[in-house]
């Protein structure tokens, strides 16, 4: 199992170019960021304040990747229906490219529907309209005249470039409620990125993925099962137990929580982390 670091980030926070530099060279896998492009003021449901600070991801990653070089670099996650598959394609793609094939994508639906209104998303079919901006995006990143012909996107023959340097395109990890996620998994995308999960239910998600893959004809390993939002905790006795659990239910990595904070604070926890890390498993990070 691989361990990443996931953080928010916003103007006050570290400067992720520092944090990703120093989580590569303690042996972290991975760095995840999550999106927030903007907060409507009035929602009925309490959405953080501070969500509303959170920088642009991919901004971020090609900061992180300038002084990097093998670190894996994921969104944890973008919500792909208040995007147009014609710009993300081409920023991931970018992404991808000047990292040497780093990049993950991790995406979601929202669960804002205050937000989704004003970015004009068909928020009741919010999954459905997803499914067509990956495969909108497969045709850019696949096809040397990209083209793609659907209900809410319709694009004739173009050219798209850069191409991803991973092929056919970086991994898609969906974000999304257990179980109701796992078929969409199956069907199009390359994993699942779930928070707020217990390793039980991702010993349960794995056993049927397998089992949907072999229906399916898709190999059972190529599904990666990436859970975030993990909060290093005290003692360590419990983090080895919970650690343990995840690995053993079926989890491909985790993504442990370093706090918002400027930069003393963040470095003084990331190494906090990968001294314990170090301590339980010499092998969860090299």
Request: hydrophobic share 40%.
């Amino acid at each position: 199992m691989k361990v990443g670091i996931g953080t928010l980030l916003t103007e006050q926070a570290i400067d992720i170019a520092v944090l990703a530099k120093r989580a590569e060279e303690l042996g972290f896998e991975s760095i995840w960021v999550p999106e927030q492009n903007i907060l409507p003021i009035q929602t009925d449901r309490h959405v953080p304040r501070l969500w509303a600070g959170i920088v642009d991801p991919y901004v971020a990653l090609s900061r992180a990747s300038a002084v990097t070089t093998k670190i894996k670099l994921g969104t944890s996650v973008t919500v792909v229906p208040e995007f147009n598959p014609l710009g993300l394609a081409k920023q991931v793609a970018t992404l991808d490219m000047y990292s040497a094939g780093r990049m993950i994508l991790g995406i979601g639906v929202g669960s804002v529907p205050e937000q989704a209104s004003i970015y004009g998303t068909d928020y009741p079919r919010r999954w459905t309209q997803a499914k067509e901006m990956v495969a909108a995006m497969q045709a850019l990143w696949t096809q040397e005249e990209s083209e793609y012909h659907g209900y809410y996107y319709d694009f004739p023959s173009v050219f798209c470039f850069p191409k991803p340097i991973q092929k056919p395109h970086p991994p898609i990890l969906l974000g999304g409620i257990y179980p109701r996620v796992l078929p969409r998994v199956i069907e199009w995308a390359d994993g699942w990125i779930p928070i707020d999960v217990t390793p039980e239910e991702v010993a349960e998600a794995r056993r049927t993925f397998n089992a949907m893959a072999d229906e399916a004809g898709r190999d059972p390993a190529s599904i990666n099962i990436t859970v975030v939002g993990i909060e290093w905790t005290n003692p360590k006795t419990d983090m080895l137990d919970i650690l343990t659990r995840f690995e053993q239910s079926g989890a491909n990595r985790v993504v442990v929580s370093v706090d918002h904070a400027g930069e003393m604070k963040s470095l003084a926890q990331l190494e906090s982390i990968a001294k314990g890390l170090k301590a339980l498993n010499n092998e969860w990070i090299q």
